[in-house]
């Protein structure tokens, strides 16, 4: 008893001609469900249309022209691209940028994995110590840029005054603006501080989704902690690290709020991040179109990193 | 040997737990510093930084029916295209279906600084420059990818006889919508609201590069600017001062709905 509608129609046996019409109807039916679909995805087709597609196409086609500020655009490609190979800050802020990426991934994922292993297993008071490490990220990254201004500062920060007393330091260290050193060990630990309870609750998702079993089979055969680690709980936990690894080498490289707030990209420009470098092309320097050049650059880089790194965890998946 | 078994255990766990417990403080601590010395004054403890802070600029009040109206703009915005955008993705078939989804997801490959300086200049075109409303639609923007596959896997999940009941109550499709769907995927449009009302109310980039007056900064903005408005020393208590009010109602909203965010973690994490 299928009929081809989607709702249940009484059936009238023999009765070719009301057959018919009913299959008419039920074409009318799913016409009008599919123009009513239509209707409800219309918003979102307006918004991905709008403000996605569109400044996707303009930012290439912004590249592609000397486009000042203020002023009409008029057409210039390549210079904009060519210019970028010539821009010093650009070398330099691409270099940092890659040497934050390497220290904030290690540091953090090393961290954010040793926090999910510490609340992996149910215990008492296992659900405050994953609120505790998770509340920083509850808070948000501007604000705690600026949390950290004052927490890392020698003015009124209790870093300084604490390591003095241990004996560590014989006199207060500007932590931040100091040397580029201190700059970029302050901006990591900002990150960590904030981001480390982040990856720690995707790692915990994929830790719970290892059954208990294997682990309790592991026990039974004597094996160490670390074998466990290393036999069970990292190979299955790789598609899950993998996705951690990928935000946080994403996020990294387009890092600008903490050196915008924290260092303000200094001391002498060391700590100045390449998404920094755009802004400053198009609002300090006015030229929209050497801006919209490096945004296609990065987008470009970002895109083929992805794919990279997506490719080469969908064939350790299928292994 | 039972003994030495059982200190060896009472040994591990104290190891564990002292461990752990230092460890929760010393990320307790920065947040817990932060409210004390915004309470510090030279002679002891006061609210003279609190002071400061609600007087700087056009008055922290201007400051805070910005970020109100973005956050709220943005929130109902998100809510309403991914309601309706989840809702024809979950339970219709429509021409460009699959196109349209994989274009709304495609967002999340585009890292989003680099679509701001366009966004920028066609804010502009369309008369939103230097606007709140401006800033709430990028946002919505940001946000879809994220709330439409949430709504989607909700709507999916809904029984076909609920949709049906409804229809056969005489219910036509947006009637079945607000009157019965939309109780069923209740907890996904909670997480989508408070995701979408922790992104509005903290963002700081996007409003730098689409806000360029004074009167419209939202709270973020003003709190920067707070940094870099007085010459060669930073007044920090009140700086601290403007973390705390920036940061209580995340705070206070992520231990109210802790459930509602993990979940949206969750089904986040999942899809790598």
């Known amino acids: 008893m299928q009929t081809t509608t989607a709702a249940p129609v009484a059936r009238a046996p ?3 001609a009301g057959a018919g019409r009913r299959r008419k109807r039920a074409g009318g039916r799913s016409r009008r469900r599919a123009l009513a679909g239509l209707g409800y995805a219309a918003p979102t087709a307006a918004v991905v249309g709008l403000l996605f597609l569109v400044p996707l196409v303009l930012v290439v086609w912004m590249s592609l022209h000397h486009w000042p500020l203020l002023g009409n655009p008029t057409f210039n490609a390549p210079k904009n691209y060519t210019d970028v190979a010539h821009n010093t800050l650009v070398a330099t802020a691409a270099w940092f940028t ?7 991934t290690v540091v953090l994922f090393t961290i954010s994995f040793g926090l999910a292993l510490m609340v992996q297993h149910p215990r008492p008071g296992v659900g405050l110590l994953r609120t505790a490490f998770f509340l920083p990220a509850a808070v948000g990254f501007a604000t705690a840029s600026l949390l950290f201004l004052g927490f890392l500062s020698s003015a009124i920060g209790p870093v300084n005054p604490v390591l003095e007393h241990l004996g560590l330091i014989n006199a207060p260290v500007d932590w931040i603006t100091g040397s580029p050193g201190g700059a970029l060990a302050s901006t990591v630990t900002l990150v960590t501080w904030r981001f480390a309870g982040f990856n720690m609750l995707i790692l915990l998702t994929g830790l719970q989704a290892i059954p208990v079993e294997l682990y309790e089979a592991a ?23 993998a996705l951690v690894l990928i935000v946080m080498t994403t996020g990294s490289l387009l890092a600008f709020d903490q050196f915008y707030i924290l260092t303000k990209g200094g001391p002498d420009d060391s700590t100045t991040s390449v998404v920094m470098v755009i802004v400053r092309e198009a609002f300090v320097r006015f030229d929209l179109g050497s801006s919209a050049a490096l945004s296609v650059l990065v987008l470009l880089v970002l895109l083929v990193l992805n794919v990279v790194q997506l490719s080469f965890l969908r064939r350790r998946e299928e292994k | 040997m039972m003994t030495t078994r059982t200190a060896r255990r009472r040994a591990a766990g104290l190891g564990y737990y002292g461990t752990a417990g230092a460890l929760a403080i010393l990320f307790l601590l920065p947040l817990a510093w932060s409210g004390w010395a915004s309470v510090r004054t030279p002679h002891g403890f006061g609210l003279a930084s609190y002071r400061n802070m609600i007087h700087y600029g056009d008055g922290i009040g201007t400051y805070l029916r910005n970020s109100l109206e973005v956050t709220a703009m943005t929130v109902a915005g998100t809510l309403a295209v991914s309601l309706l955008g989840g809702y024809a993705f979950g339970r219709f078939r429509f021409p460009g279906k699959n196109l349209l989804f994989l274009a709304t997801l495609a967002i999340l490959m585009v890292p989003y600084p680099t679509i701001l300086i366009p966004l920028y200049v066609l804010l502009g075109w369309l008369g939103l420059q230097n606007s709140l409303a401006g800033l709430a639609a990028v946002l919505v923007m940001f946000q879809l990818p994220f709330a439409t596959f949430l ?17 056969v109550d005489g ?9 019965v769907m939309i109780h069923v995927v209740r907890p996904a449009v909670v997480t989508v609201g408070l995701f979408a009302f922790l992104a509005a109310w903290n963002e700081f980039f996007a409003a730098l ?13 003003a709190v920067v600017d707070m940094e870099g408005r007085t010459f060669g020393s930073i007044d920090y208590p009140t700086l601290q001062a403007g973390v705390v009010f920036m940061a209580i109602p995340c705070l206070f909203l992520f231990l109210l709905l802790q459930r509602s965010y993990v979940r949206g973690f969750m089904s986040g994490a999942l899809r790598g």
């Open chain 1, 219 to 241: 026990r039974m055969d004597g094996c160490s902690r670390w074998q466990t680690l290393r036999r069970i709980t990292i190979p299955l936990l790789r598609p899950t690290i």
């Open chain 2, 171 to 179: 219910c036509g499709t947006f009637t079945a919508l607000t009157r």
């Open chain 1, 14 to 16: 023999g009765d070719a």
């Open chain 2, 209 to 221: 590069i689409l806000l360029n007056s004074s009167d419209k900064f939202t709270l973020p903005l």
């Open chain 2, 151 to 167: 709504m989607r896997n909700s709507f999916e999940a809904v029984p076909q006889e609920l949709e049906d009941s409804a229809a």
């Open chain 1, 98 to 104: 890659v040497k934050y990426t390497v220290v904030t």
